[in-house]
């Protein structure tokens, strides 16, 4: 029997040993758990023969390994009661292989002095040090949870558990004591699970199981360049549909690895691919099935099945072909010597996802696609040829990009009313919509580096009386998983709440004619005087595609209308009735897709619209795009993008702003249009995220301590931003010791910490050069006037397309800066500016325009194109800048003189610099305020 055949043989026995390993420490999840292990204990722990007293069946459950070396079958077997009750684990081999990988995966688990927490109100804490109160009832929770399909557990039974599992086990950490509440129950059990599956697989495949102490695993990485692949679109039902194509080819590759060939599992994902914990087997990829199929052939196969729906139709076939890499070295995790020993060897995940993949499609997949062929390229996939439909030739598409694209549209109108996959519906009153882009840079978290600057025993913490030295935390892959999975939720988070911000009651129209010769669920242009209307043919009737409060105000409507939805739409409705309905007057119906020479055609001459009626639901003015870990993008309309985009800031300084001078966030925004091309808007957001990170130093220039926080002044080069560090756990009470840290620049001379006197302890810092060098780090609250810190700095950056090309003006140079000399801006700036513009807005439009011109004017009259910046250190022409500001027509009662000195000086700043103008061209230009 060939290996892959053995390993699906065994198949119910891998996936029940997966589900041990899930659920080993499942009396964690319990209150009687968080009161033993409270600085107030009360009870005793959740007796280890509970489980088997509730559920009685499993008590004669083996988990059974038989193992093939030679002519000899070797049997090991034990319960599942028993193997859930860690003081048998030393009985045979299968306990043994469970403390081992239960061990691998926890040897985050270093030993705090303290931090025990009171009960009731414990506390999960975030890998960032952002605690969420642990729910009630666990306990009656974990009982429920589905203990007797382990009894006949299967796939169908795995699917429901580790929906539940991972419900649960993410609300309660694996211990309370802080620092060490910050890996949750799931993350551990999750990789235990893993662990334990692969290493029996491992025993299988090779026939003669090692011993406990000499087990190893690898990481097998399967990767595509989904980026490119889902953003090279023309339409977003396009991209909606490249991504839910995607999905389902990584879900295919999933089910080959962790159910069809049980070998591994996946521990990592996203918009590029998965990462796998898989046994250390060197030639893995290379093993085959009774057929002869290899491993890496079947998972490939499988990858080209991926569809929408489980229609066959629309597969990915050899669009994208996916990159497998099997990691060069086995690791162990914790040392097998522990604790006389520590040369823990770790999983290399951060090389396997910071490598540029090439997904070059299938030659000769493609190649069939063209014989006998002699058509146009299809413009969506750039593969296949056009048609050979009509409907799908009339749209310059093949066959398959149409069936994807009617599907997606076919969704949209039919159970996902709730949401739009139209740009036309998101643009707001004036036809403009934005594009933002978000990504945290995890380089040197995911490679372990900046782990070293979150510590586990603190300096001069008053609850180590046994002076035990100070320690970092350990880079555990509990730990790094915890952190992308932190900065996933962050972005689902946003994506959830911006949809719940931009959702209100919206109406869209149904507007009925007889039957025309149109495609189902094909989007067309209605001409409405003088505007088009976007609308969706559903058998019977054309439903509005389009933001109605725009198509009011284009057909006149007062303001008093045009902003409220509901009345919008009353007026677009009335006006149709009037013009179509009573009037008779003839529709004209147009393809937007069509070639010139087709494009003008009516296609319902001589059709007469005869009812006009409303689809009530709400829905929300926004299309969500991308929320992966390192990775968001979203569009909003361009009215609501400085709403959403301070959310997102206000979320990142609470929850990540312990470890936001490590941690840095960029977001950007790109304006456009309605009827701009979403290629280019797609092209222009993905320039704002190629960037590098930034490490820069800033000196404090103040300091404000108080009971809960730190108010930081910071400034750098004239730069000046202000942060508030939260010093507190979530309790309000317990003092932070291990995460607000800064990195200190004493130039190599250990006696500038004085870490005698105050919170700090040398660690090694990572540089952009991929080198790493001592320093200090100094808790935010020992922080000194005078004293220098390096930071990766956050920005903010913002670009208006008035014409397509000016996506190429987005480039950053080695200093993370544009040609635009103004940005990107710093992320803290965003509360700044919005406080200028607010000054500003004292004056009249005609005024505003007036003082920036003439600012600008005399800067170009003076420097010329200033390539380096001299008008920006020149005092005569922040004089004149000064002046000229003082000298514009303020209105009575709202003086110059009135603003506080400091932000006068901050307008002045701002007119010296040019961010007048960014301002200017924000607000008036591109919002039409």
């Known amino acids: 029997m060939n290996q892959l055949d053995v390993l699906a043989q065994h198949r119910e026995m891998l996936l029940l040993a997966e589900a041990i390993g899930w659920l080993h420490d499942y009396r964690k999840c319990s209150d009687e758990q968080l009161k033993v292990q409270a600085s107030n204990p009360q009870g005793s722990a959740l007796p280890r023969n509970e489980l088997a007293n509730r559920y009685n069946q499993l008590t004669g459950v083996n988990l059974q390994l038989s193992v093939q070396s030679g002519a000899q079958t070797t049997t090991i077997a034990q319960t599942i009661t028993n193997l859930l009750d860690d003081n048998t684990w030393n009985n045979n081999l299968l306990g043994q292989y469970l403390s081992r990988c239960h061990n691998t995966a926890h ?196 990858f080209a099945k991926g569809t929408v729906k489980s229609n066959p139709c629309p597969q990915l076939g050899g669009e994208l072909t996916p990159h497998l890499e099997l990691e060069q070295h086995p690791w162990w995790g914790q040392d097998p010597n522990w604790p006389n020993s520590s040369n823990d060897e770790l999983p290399d995940i951060s090389s396997l996802l910071n490598q540029r993949i090439v997904s070059p499609a299938n030659v000769d997949d493609v190649k069939q696609h063209w014989q006998n062929r002699t058509a146009d390229i299809c413009t969506v996939c750039g593969l296949r040829p056009q048609g050979p439909s009509s409907k799908a030739a009339e749209r310059n598409v093949c066959d398959i990009c149409e069936a994807r694209r009617a599907d997606r549209s076919q969704r949209w109108a039919t159970s996902e009313t709730d949401r739009t996959i139209w740009i036309d519906e998101v643009a707001d009153t004036n036809g403009r919509f934005a594009l933002i882009v978000g990504q945290f840079d995890l380089t040197h978290w995911l490679d372990g580096s900046l782990l070293q600057s979150l510590l586990l025993i603190a300096p001069h913490d008053p609850q180590n009386t046994n002076n035990k030295p100070v320690t970092s935390k350990t880079p555990s892959f509990s730990r790094l998983r915890r952190i992308w999975e932190t900065t996933r939720r962050f972005w689902h988070e946003v994506q959830e709440e911006a949809l719940l911000k931009l959702r209100d009651d919206r109406r869209r129209l149904k507007i009925y004619l007889k039957q025309p010769n149109l495609g189902p669920f094909h989007v067309y242009d209605l001409v409405v005087g003088p505007t088009d209307l976007s609308v969706v043919w559903m058998a019977g009737y054309l439903l509005t595609a389009d933001n109605l409060c725009y198509i009011a105000r284009q057909l006149g409507a007062e303001s008093g209308i045009y902003t409220s939805p509901a009345a919008a739409a009353i007026f677009v409705e009335e006006y149709l009735c009037k013009q179509f309905v009573k009037n008779a007057r003839q529709p004209i119906l147009r393809n937007p897709d069509a070639s010139p020479s087709l494009g003008r055609a009516n296609l319902v001459s001589g059709i007469k619209i005869n009812q006009i009626d409303y689809q009530n639901n709400a829905y929300a003015t926004a299309i969500p795009i991308l929320a992966e870990p390192r990775s968001f993008l979203m569009l909003v309309p361009a009215d609501k993008s400085l709403e959403v985009l301070k959310q997102i800031k206000a979320k990142y300084e609470c929850e990540m702003g312990k470890v936001r001078d490590r941690l840095p966030l960029h977001l950007g925004c790109i304006f456009a249009a309605r009827r701009t091309p979403i290629r280019a808007v797609l092209e222009a957001g993905r320039a704002m995220l190629d960037r ?238």
Request: glycine share 6%.
């Open 692 to 929: 590098e990170p930034l490490l820069q130093q800033w000196q404090i220039k103040q300091v404000d301590r108080q009971p809960g926080h730190v108010v930081l002044q910071l400034e750098r080069s004239g730069y000046s931003v202000q942060w508030q560090i939260p010093l507190k756990m979530g309790d309000g009470t317990t003092d932070d010791l291990w995460y607000p840290y800064f990195f200190l620049e004493t130039n190599g001379d250990d006696s500038k910490a004085d870490a005698s006197k105050r919170l700090a302890v040398k660690v090694l810092m990572p540089q952009s050069n991929g080198k790493k060098v001592d320093e200090w780090i100094v808790h935010a609250g020992d922080l000194r006037i005078g004293e220098t810190i390096y930071r990766w700095s956050s920005t903010f950056d913002f670009e208006f397309l008035d014409t397509t090309a000016r996506r190429f003006e987005i480039s950053y140079d080695e200093y993370g800066r544009r040609p635009r000399r103004t940005r990107p801006f710093y992320l803290e700036d965003l509360d700044r500016l919005e406080e200028l513009w607010c000054s500003m807005t004292r004056l009249t439009k005609t005024q505003r325009h007036q003082v920036i011109r003439t600012i600008e004017a005399t800067r170009e009259a003076w420097y010329g194109t200033d390539d380096n910046g001299q008008s920006t250190t020149d005092e005569v022409f922040k004089q004149f800048v000064a002046d000229t500001l003082a000298g514009a027509a303020w209105p009575k009662g709202q003086a110059w003189s009135t603003i506080p000195a400091e932000w006068r000086e901050k307008l002045i700043q701002a007119g010296v610099r040019g961010e007048l103008t960014d301002l200017a061209e924000l607000h008036m230009e591109i919002l039409k305020e």
């Open 107 to 302: 040897f985050d688990k270093q030993e705090p002095v303290g931090g025990k927490q009171a009960y009731p109100g414990m506390q999960i804490s975030s890998p960032f040090g952002f605690e969420r109160a642990i729910p009630n009832n666990l306990t009656a929770k974990m009982w429920a949870l589905p203990w007797a399909s382990l009894a006949n557990y299967s796939q169908t039974e795995r699917q429901t558990l580790l929906s539940k599992l991972g419900e649960l086990f993410t609300q309660v950490g694996a211990d309370t004591r802080r620092p060490i509440n910050e890996v949750d129950l799931w993350s551990w059990g999750l990789l235990v699970g893993a662990l334990y599956k692969a290493a029996l697989a491992s025993a299988l495949l090779l026939g003669n199981p090692p011993p406990a102490r000499d087990l190893r695993w690898r990481l097998l990485s399967v990767r595509v360049n989904g980026f490119d692949y889902i953003l090279n679109v023309d339409r977003i039902p396009d991209l909606l549909a490249k991504q839910e194509l995607l999905t389902d080819c990584l879900n295919r590759v999933r089910d080959v690895l962790e159910v069809t060939h049980p070998v591994g599992s996946e521990v990592y994902r996203d918009e590029n691919g998965s990462v796998f914990v898989v046994p250390d087997v060197s030639d893995l990829l290379a093993i085959t099935d009774n057929n002869g199929q290899s491993l890496q052939s079947i998972i490939e196969q499988e």
